[in-house]
C-alpha cells in the first residue's frame, strides 16, 4: 500500500545562512550605521536587538527576505512582542517552530478524513501523521489538497512509498 508521512521542520542550517548574510547585511547598510542592530541565532530562538523600533522592524524586514531567498517558510517563524531593552534600545525574540503539535495532527487527520478521497486513512505517529492508500493518485491529491489549505505552519512530505 502506498503512504507518506507529513511532517513540519525547519533546515536549520538555511536559517543560520540567512542570519549570517542579515547580519553582513547590517554591518553594511549605511541606514544601520550605530544602531548597534544584531541578530543572535541560540538553539530554536532569534534574538533580535536595535536603537530603536522602526530600525527593529527594517531588522525583521532583513531577516525575513533572507529567509525566504534561502527557502525557509515565514511560516515557521513564532514572533514575540518588542520590548524595551537597557538604554532605551528594542529587543525582540522570534521562536521557530518545528514538529507537528497533537492539535496539528488532529486538524490534518480530521482534514483527510472530511475531504480526502475514498480509501485514504492517516494516523498520528509521535510529531508525524502517516497517510496510507491503495492508490497512489489518491495520496498525490491528498497532498495537493493539504499545500491549498493554510495550517498556519510548514508542511512538508516526506517517505513517498509505493
Not at 35 to 62: K, N, Y
Not at 84 to 110: F, M, Y
Not at 121 to 149: F, H, N, P, Y
Request: charged content about 30%; overall charge neutral; proline content about 2%.
Amino acid at each position: 500500500m502506498p503512504t507518506f508521512d507529513i511532517v513540519s521542520q525547519v533546515d536549520m542550517q538555511e536559517v543560520r545562512n540567512a542570519v549570517d548574510q542579515a547580519t553582513r547585511e547590517l554591518s553594511t547598510r549605511f541606514d544601520f550605521k550605530g544602531t548597534d542592530s544584531t541578530i543572535d541565532l541560540t538553539g530554536m530562538e532569534l534574538h533580535l536587538h536595535s536603537a530603536t523600533e522602526d530600525r527593529l522592524r527594517a531588522v525583521v524586514q532583513v531577516l525575513e527576505e533572507k529567509l525566504v531567498k534561502r527557502k525557509v517558510s515565514l511560516k515557521s517563524l513564532d514572533y514575540g512582542k518588542p520590548e524595551e531593552a537597557a538604554k532605551g534600545t528594542v529587543r525582540q525574540t522570534i521562536t521557530l517552530k518545528a514538529g507537528l503539535s497533537s492539535d496539528n495532527c488532529k486538524a490534518i487527520n480530521r482534514w483527510i478524513k472530511d475531504r480526502g478521497p475514498k480509501g485514504v486513512s492517516s494516523s498520528t505517529q509521535g510529531e508525524q501523521v502517516r497517510v496510507t492508500a491503495k492508490k497512489r493518485d489518491d495520496l498525490q491529491a491528498v497532498i495537493a489538497g493539504l499545500r491549498e489549505e493554510d495550517f498556519g505552519i510548514p508542511l512538508q512530505f516526506e517517505n513517498f512509498r509505493d
